[in-house]
């Protein structure tokens, strides 16, 4: 499974990077700041880490295509709906 993750999530990554918005950015923070917090307590929770971790992940891959998504749904464009739920399962799956 890493070995997946490492062929799909760098690219993910970097075109989050490039169209991300201001706005999207909380969606990274959020989990970033509770597991640096969950680090300052001894010991850290697992189970917290691990969601945190989940959760970044996830967010960053959503970046770009949840906003694709979003837009062809609220303009009823099953068709680019469709083809853009394709695209963002190619690049997590």
């Known amino acids: 499974m890493m070995d997946l993750r490492a062929v799909v999530e760098p690219p993910i990554a970097e075109r989050a990077g490039v169209r991300r918005r201001t706005s999207e950015l909380h969606a990274l923070r959020t989990p970033l700041g509770t597991s640096e917090r969950e680090l300052g307590n001894r010991p850290p929770s697992l189970q917290v880490m691990q969601l945190c971790d989940v959760q970044f992940h996830l967010a960053i891959a959503g970046l770009d295509a949840h906003r ?16 853009a739920m394709h695209d963002h399962l190619a690049d997590v799956l």
């Open 68 to 83: 694709i998504v979003y837009h062809a749904i609220a303009e009823r464009d099953p068709v680019r709906a469709r083809e």
